[in-house]
């Protein structure tokens, strides 16, 4: 008996011991490897023989999240951690969602990381209502290099209270726009739309005349997400639900004459059935296969989601015939308008946490990683990979090799941009047309990155009843007459007003509107 | 091996006494409190300190000055008042309250039916097969479960609608609607825990006496009589324990399952507290919000527990 009865007791102990530990016992503190990289170059930096310092980045890597290199063949972090004597971690997430919520946590936990590459405005003033990030004004000096290498607007595109706290990277212009089945419009012998009734009048023969020869009613016209579609309509009427400058004076486009028309050609257009009953919950690649597998004929996208060459492969391999044509030039009934971009609009954020700035040489060598990826073979190195290798120069001009795919990971070391059109134009040669023709896209300049939410103002709410409601307008569901009572209700309910004179007094402080 | 004396008798002690008894009696039974204490280690470590959390819910929280310097929150139900004031808060109550009645009731009564059926199959290779197969979906994640809703209800290229489609009728947007959606969110979450919700009520019905069964038997009962009279009011007290331990989870109406598969049509019956509490809480890193939030709703299912089990002691069902 006396024998037996330890058993439960020492299991007890044990047990309770184990529970303390694993409720205590944080994650054991990571030991820097302290090894100075062997062959530290002539010209790292002074204090080259101090210890390597470790430099954590964040930010959404997307697909490449998965397809990085293993330590030992990552050559970009290489090269970084031997020229700059550093220990570079990327820490990489697949989706922007998942980055934000990944964030989120370690900023609950103080753990962020040093340099944050944010891709929303939102999140990053977010965060700097946080307190959390460093005020790089001291700083502006020592960032000079790759300031100088984004252009002049690199820090007040992303002014927070007149405080810089980031610097931006320059935008890339992706337009979503009309790409027609080429093949489809030859077979039906139907002209290229030069208007935007062209467009659905193409759709609609796309719809009706079998455009597939399968002798089924099974395509429809026209494919995408109902917010490009709407977009677009809305940019062909003059119009866009942001604020934007309208004969010399600041406007929201919700308010203006202009969005009824827009919404009832919407309405015209939804109605008529050329378009993909289910272009409102289309998510993910839905529109893209559709087109693709040619179920329709127009699909709204960019470039770079029909004519890179993986894609290409697919349409192709669906259908040897197949043949895409964007649209970049387009009458519309009021405007010949095809994109929108903000004027705050950049393509990344970086920031520093005030936590990495603690430490000095820490924030030395962040400051030097960013500068060396900004310009010169840094900036070659992140954009194209090892010379000689991924690219070789020719007359100065670095061109791709037939190895560049394996450097296809590398931009995502890309800390201060790239410039984009040299990029481009070595990394899609194929593609240089498109590209160059998007580019000739008329394009609204609106200005809704620079206002931050008030702060009773419910974001959130008065959204998802601003597109719930604008929605039933687009299907019909609600009479256009309802419009201005809608508007009223999103003002005074939704307290949508206080947005919109918050944002007009903080576009006039900044000097954007009168 | 430990036993259990007979309660004290303490009318007649001093207090003193009484103490070195209740003290002599405790480490007679050392060992059992021994045992006990992981699981009392359990709840004060992860459930009760980290209580002090819910804090937050009154300030106004910041990440970098931590739950205590935070400033608190002026007034002190700004949080709380916020939530109250959004133009959703009725519709938000509503939503949750109507999908978690639904999913409360089409979760107990096919789960009955199935345990019953099961209990009283003959077939012991058949029971089980049948077992194993209906509690499988339990362990699918919602992602997956809303691709099989895809992969049978969207309105274009789905399974149903294109027999739908075939047979002369128009596509039915099951997903997109919000005359369907609650009960697509339903059904397939009722699809997916319909076994597993049987196995508690066969636990139970395994437990009846045998011999009230061949008693009914020879007072003439079939089949049905068997159920009705035995096989029923024998778990009815498990019954109205898991019904009261639903009542206190009232407000919570399964986010997982419906931020996966809401969008911006069905928003109307598809919102709840949740799904509201991480668009305007945790997306903008609200954190104190939220909080609010949660305390909001646990108070309710306090509450709400409390009432069913007073209600439920009528039937002996309650839970203390």
Same mark, same amino acid.
């Given at each position: 008996?006396?024998?037996?009865?330890?058993?439960?007791?020492?299991?007890?102990? *044990?047990?309770?011991?184990?529970?303390?530990?694993?409720?205590?016992?944080?994650?054991?503190?990571?030991?820097?490897?302290?090894?100075?990289?062997?062959?530290?170059?002539?010209?790292?930096?002074?204090?080259?023989?101090?210890?390597?310092?470790?430099?954590?980045?964040?930010?959404?890597?997307?697909?490449?999240?998965?397809?990085?290199?293993?330590?030992?063949?990552?050559? *970009?972090?290489?090269?970084?951690?031997?020229?700059?004597?550093?220990?570079?971690?990327?820490?990489?997430?697949?989706?922007?969602?998942?980055?934000?919520?990944?964030?989120?946590?370690?900023?609950?936990?103080?753990?962020?990381?040093?340099?944050?590459?944010?891709?929303?405005?939102?999140?990053?003033?977010?965060?700097?209502?946080?307190?959390?990030?460093?005020?790089?004004?001291?700083?502006?000096?020592?960032?000079?290099?790759?300031?100088?290498?984004?252009?002049?607007?690199?820090?007040?595109?992303?002014?927070?209270?007149?405080?810089?706290?980031?610097?931006?990277?320059?935008?890339?212009?992706?337009?979503?726009?009309?790409?027609?089945?080429?093949?489809?419009?030859?077979?039906?012998?139907?002209? *290229?739309?030069?208007?935007?009734?062209?467009?659905?009048?193409?759709?609609?023969?796309?719809?009706?005349?079998?455009?597939?020869?399968?002798?089924?009613?099974?395509?429809?016209?026209?494919?995408?997400?109902?917010?490009?579609?709407?977009?677009?309509?809305?940019?062909?009427?003059?119009?866009?639900?942001?604020?934007?400058?309208?004969?010399?004076?600041?406007?929201?486009?919700?308010?203006?004459?202009?969005?009824?028309?827009?919404?009832?050609?919407?309405?015209?257009?939804?109605?008529?059935?050329? *378009?993909?009953?289910?272009?409102?919950?289309?998510?993910?690649?839905?529109?893209?296969?559709?087109?693709?597998?040619?179920?329709?004929?127009?699909?709204?996208?960019?470039?770079?989601?029909?004519?890179?060459?993986?894609?290409?492969?697919?349409?192709?391999?669906?259908?040897?015939?197949?043949?895409?044509?964007?649209?970049?030039?387009?009458?519309?009934?009021?405007?010949?308008?095809?994109?929108?971009?903000?004027?705050?609009?950049?393509?990344?954020?970086?920031?520093?946490?005030?936590?990495?700035?603690?430490?000095?040489?820490?924030?030395?060598?962040?400051?030097?990683?960013?500068?060396?990826?900004?310009?010169?073979?840094?900036?070659?190195?992140?954009?194209?990979?090892?010379?000689?290798?991924?690219?070789?120069?020719?007359?100065?001009?670095?061109?791709?090799?037939?190895?560049?795919?394996?450097?296809?990971?590398?931009?995502?070391?890309?800390?201060?941009?790239?410039?984009?059109?040299?990029?481009?134009?070595?990394?899609?040669?194929?593609?240089?047309?498109?590209?160059?023709?998007?580019?000739?896209?008329?394009?609204?300049?609106?200005?809704?990155?620079?206002?931050?939410?008030?702060?009773?103002?419910?974001?959130?709410?008065?959204?998802?009843?601003?597109?719930?409601?604008?929605?039933?307008?687009?299907?019909?569901?609600?009479?256009?007459?309802?419009?201005?009572?809608?508007?009223?209700?999103?003002?005074?309910?939704?307290?949508?007003?206080?947005?919109?004179?918050?944002?007009?007094?903080?576009?006039?402080?900044?000097?954007?509107?009168? | 091996?430990?036993?259990?004396?007979?309660?004290?008798?303490?009318?007649? #002690?001093?207090?003193?006494?009484?103490?070195?008894?209740?003290?002599?009696?405790?480490?007679?039974?050392?060992?059992?409190?021994? #045992?006990?204490?992981?699981?009392?280690?359990?709840?004060?470590?992860?459930?009760?300190?980290?209580?002090?959390?819910?804090?937050?819910?009154?300030?106004?929280?910041?990440?970098?000055?931590?739950?205590?310097?935070?400033?608190?929150?002026?007034?002190?139900?700004?949080?709380?008042?916020?939530?109250?004031?959004?133009?959703?808060?009725?519709?938000?109550?509503?939503?949750?309250?109507?999908?978690?009645?639904?999913?409360?009731?089409?979760?107990?009564?096919?789960?009955?039916?199935?345990?019953?059926?099961?209990?009283?199959?003959?077939?012991?290779?058949?029971?089980?097969?049948?077992?194993?197969?209906?509690? #499988?979906?339990?362990?699918?994640?919602?992602?997956?479960?809303?691709?099989?809703?895809?992969?049978?209800?969207?309105?274009?290229?789905?399974?149903?609608?294109?027999?739908?489609?075939?047979?002369?009728?128009?596509?039915?947007?099951?997903?997109?609607?919000?005359?369907?959606?609650?009960?697509?969110?339903?059904?397939?979450?009722?699809?997916?825990?319909?076994?597993?919700?049987?196995?508690?009520?066969?636990?139970?019905?395994?437990?009846?006496?045998?011999?009230?069964?061949?008693?009914?038997?020879?007072?003439?009962?079939?089949?049905?009589?068997?159920?009705?009279?035995?096989?029923?009011?024998?778990?009815?007290?498990?019954?109205?324990?898991?019904?009261?331990?639903?009542?206190?989870?009232?407000?919570?109406?399964?986010?997982?399952?419906?931020?996966? #598969?809401?969008?911006?049509?069905?928003?109307?019956?598809?919102?709840?507290?949740?799904?509201?509490?991480?668009?305007?809480?945790?997306?903008?890193?609200?954190?104190?919000?939220?909080?609010?939030?949660?305390?909001?709703?646990?108070?309710?299912?306090?509450?709400?527990?409390?009432?069913?089990?007073?209600?439920?002691?009528?039937?002996?069902?309650?839970?203390?």
């Amino acid at each position: 008996m006396k024998h037996k009865k330890r058993i439960p007791a020492v299991l007890a102990c *044990v047990l309770t011991a184990g529970l303390l530990l694993s409720a205590c016992g944080g994650s054991p503190k990571s030991d820097s490897s302290s090894t100075k990289g062997p062959g530290s170059s002539t010209d790292a930096p002074a204090d080259a023989r101090a210890e390597k310092v470790a430099i954590e980045v964040m930010r959404v890597g997307w697909n490449t999240t998965t397809q990085m290199p293993k330590e030992q063949d990552n050559f *970009v972090k290489k090269t970084l951690d031997e020229k700059l004597n550093i220990d570079l971690k990327m820490t990489l997430t697949s989706s922007a969602d998942e980055f934000i919520q990944k964030l989120n946590i370690r900023a609950a936990g103080s753990d962020l990381p040093d340099v944050i590459l944010f891709n929303g405005r939102n999140e990053f003033q977010e965060y700097v209502k946080k307190n959390i990030l460093l005020d790089l004004e001291p700083y502006k000096e020592k960032l000079k290099p790759a300031a100088d290498a984004i252009g002049d607007n690199v820090y007040s595109r992303v002014e927070v209270n007149g405080k810089h706290y980031a610097i931006s990277l320059n935008p890339q212009s992706n337009w979503n726009l009309f790409w027609v089945r080429k093949d489809w419009l030859d077979k039906l012998q139907l002209p *290229v739309p030069e208007t935007l009734d062209e467009v659905f009048e193409v759709a609609k023969a796309f719809t009706d005349q079998d455009p597939d020869g399968n002798n089924k009613k099974d395509t429809f016209g026209i494919t995408g997400s109902l917010g490009t579609l709407v977009h677009l309509i809305n940019l062909q009427h003059g119009v866009a639900d942001a604020l934007y400058i309208k004969d010399g004076k600041m406007v929201n486009g919700m308010f203006e004459p202009e969005m009824k028309e827009a919404l009832a050609y919407t309405q015209k257009v939804l109605n008529s059935g050329v *378009v993909d009953p289910e272009i409102a919950s289309n998510k993910g690649d839905n529109a893209k296969d559709k087109a693709f597998q040619g179920k329709a004929g127009i699909i709204i996208s960019d470039w770079t989601q029909i004519m890179k060459d993986n894609e290409v492969e697919k349409w192709k391999g669906a259908n040897p015939d197949a043949e895409f044509l964007m649209l970049n030039k387009l009458q519309g009934p009021k405007a010949n308008i095809l994109a929108a971009m903000d004027k705050s609009s950049v393509s990344g954020i970086v920031a520093i946490s005030r936590q990495a700035a603690q430490d000095e040489t820490k924030l030395n060598r962040i400051f030097d990683l960013i500068n060396y990826t900004a310009s010169g073979e840094g900036s070659e190195l992140v954009q194209f990979g090892q010379e000689g290798v991924h690219f070789t120069k020719e007359n100065g001009k670095p061109v791709i090799t037939d190895r560049s795919a394996e450097a296809a990971f590398t931009w995502v070391y890309q800390l201060a941009g790239r410039p984009e059109a040299e990029y481009l134009s070595t990394k899609f040669a194929k593609q240089i047309d498109y590209i160059q023709a998007s580019e000739q896209v008329e394009v609204l300049d609106t200005y809704n990155g620079f206002v931050v939410f008030p702060q009773n103002y419910n974001a959130a709410d008065a959204d998802r009843f601003k597109n719930e409601e604008m929605l039933k307008f687009q299907y019909g569901k609600t009479k256009l007459e309802q419009y201005d009572s809608f508007l009223e209700k999103l003002n005074t309910t939704f307290k949508y007003q206080i947005f919109q004179d918050s944002a007009m007094k903080q576009l006039q402080e900044l000097g954007y509107a009168e | 091996m430990a036993h259990f004396p007979a309660p004290l008798n303490t009318a007649a #002690m001093p207090k003193s006494a009484y103490r070195a008894k209740v003290w002599k009696r405790i480490w007679s039974m050392r060992i059992l409190y021994l #045992m006990l204490l992981p699981g009392v280690a359990y709840y004060i470590i992860y459930k009760y300190i980290p209580m002090y959390g819910v804090l937050i819910a009154f300030k106004d929280y910041d990440i970098l000055s931590g739950i205590v310097r935070s400033p608190w929150a002026d007034p002190w139900y700004k949080h709380f008042q916020f939530f109250f004031e959004s133009p959703y808060f009725s519709q938000l109550l509503t939503n949750t309250f109507l999908i978690s009645l639904y999913k409360t009731i089409w979760g107990t009564i096919p789960a009955i039916g199935v345990a019953l059926l099961i209990h009283e199959g003959r077939s012991l290779w058949l029971n089980r097969i049948v077992q194993t197969l209906s509690y #499988m979906p339990h362990f699918l994640s919602y992602v997956i479960i809303y691709g099989i809703a895809i992969a049978f209800l969207s309105e274009t290229s789905g399974l149903v609608n294109r027999w739908v489609v075939e047979a002369g009728g128009n596509g039915i947007p099951f997903l997109t609607s919000t005359a369907y959606f609650r009960s697509v969110l339903v059904g397939t979450d009722v699809w997916k825990d319909l076994g597993w919700g049987a196995i508690i009520y066969l636990a139970a019905m395994s437990s009846i006496d045998a011999t009230l069964y061949e008693a009914a038997r020879i007072d003439g009962a079939g089949r049905l009589r068997r159920i009705w009279h035995v096989t029923l009011p024998g778990i009815r007290s498990v019954i109205i324990l898991l019904l009261v331990l639903k009542v206190g989870s009232a407000l919570d109406a399964g986010f997982e399952q419906i931020y996966i #598969m809401y969008n911006l049509q069905v928003m109307p019956v598809a919102d709840i507290i949740d799904t509201w509490v991480f668009r305007v809480g945790l997306e903008q890193l609200n954190f104190s919000l939220a909080t609010a939030v949660g305390l909001f709703k646990s108070l309710i299912g306090l509450v709400l527990i409390f009432l069913s089990n007073k209600l439920a002691r009528r039937w002996g069902g309650n839970l203390w």
